[in-house]
């Protein structure tokens, strides 16, 4: 078994080098905004090449005009709509990974619906099928297809994006709790799946509450200037992306270092 940075690693306080990412190859979902944004652009700023998956493709040029700012070429565009997507979609991005980069470092699941904040009793089912597939589906999918060029990594590393009502059930929060706890479960699973070398790493990360249009859709009357920005956030993402977190698997992290599963979930997402 390699030897890992143990279990009294904590990403969030962790400060990369400025080369940390140098040679990796990286996949985010929801790359066009928000946290996913943040995180593309500092993979990009420590030396990774990323690929960047969303649904809408102007906002992801946005992020490609960025990230040539900070270092040129370190970016590809793959447009892909987890709620419409289908089988041959997920092939091309496969085939387009393959033969550009031939393997796969890392692949964040970033993208999410929230969905509407309602008692049980009025979710729309429609919408609750959309969260969940939004959520979880596709990112099994996603995961399934791109096995085989994380394979080909020699320190691969998957990354799920959990929530704290992931973790500790809130009322109101309806499909998009269900589906963190469902993603905290793919996450867990996958780990125990991929443990046997050549080991992927599997990991999951709450951001924590953060600036960005999911919060304020959550919280429309709360005053979001008074929240982290996603680039406050990143740390935790470089450490479990990059090689500061090999070998650590099957474990689920916050960005906010205050944070626990057992602490408090008040006005938390
Ligand atoms: P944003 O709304 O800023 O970003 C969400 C991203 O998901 C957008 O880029 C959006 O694309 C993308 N997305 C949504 N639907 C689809 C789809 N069908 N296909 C492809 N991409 C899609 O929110 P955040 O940055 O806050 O959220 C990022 C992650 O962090 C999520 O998993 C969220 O659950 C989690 N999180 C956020 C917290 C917070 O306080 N902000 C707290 C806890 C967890 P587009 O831009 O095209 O709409």
């Known amino acids: 078994m390699a030897v890992g ?17 140098a040679g990796r190859i990286i996949a985010i979902t929801g790359a066009g905004d928000g946290i996913g944004k943040a995180v593309a652009l500092a993979c990009v700023r420590y030396g990774a090449q990323v690929i960047l998956i969303g649904r809408t493709v102007r906002k992801l040029e946005v992020v490609h005009a960025e990230s040539e700012r900070i270092r040129p070429d370190a970016v590809s565009i793959a447009p892909l ?15 387009a990974i393959e ?23 009025h979710q729309d089912v429609q919408t609750w099928m959309r969260v969940m597939h939004v959520n979880v589906t596709a990112p099994f999918i996603l995961t399934q297809t791109l096995l085989p ?20 059930a809130r009322a109101y929060w309806g499909a998009y709790a269900v589906s963190k706890f469902a993603v905290e479960g793919l996450s867990q699973l996958l780990a125990d799946e991929l443990e046997r070398p050549p080991q992927i790493r599997v990991n999951a990360l709450n951001p924590g509450r953060t600036r960005t249009m999911m919060r304020r859709q959550a919280y429309p009357a709360e005053n ?31 960005c906010d270092i205050s944070d626990s599963i057992s602490g408090s979930v008040s006005g938390r997402k």
Do not use: C, M, Q
Request: charge should be negative.
């Open 149 to 168: 060029a994380l394979r080909r990594s020699a320190d691969a590393s998957i990354l799920f994006t959990t929530s704290t009502v992931g973790r500790k």
């Open 5 to 21: 940075p143990g279990e009294s690693f904590e990403p969030a306080r962790h400060v990369a080098k400025s080369d940390e990412l």
């Open 224 to 254: 979001i200037e008074t929240l982290p920005l996603p680039e406050e956030k990143v740390a935790a993402y470089l450490a479990l992306l990059g090689p500061a977190g090999r070998s650590v698997t099957g474990r689920s992290f916050d």
């Open 81 to 95: 709509d987890l709620e419409k997507a289908v089988a041959s979609n997920y092939d091309e991005l496969a085939a």
């Open 99 to 121: 033969t550009r980069y031939g393997r796969l470092d890392g692949l964040l699941h970033n993208a999410a619906l929230l969905g509407t904040l309602t008692p049980i009793e």
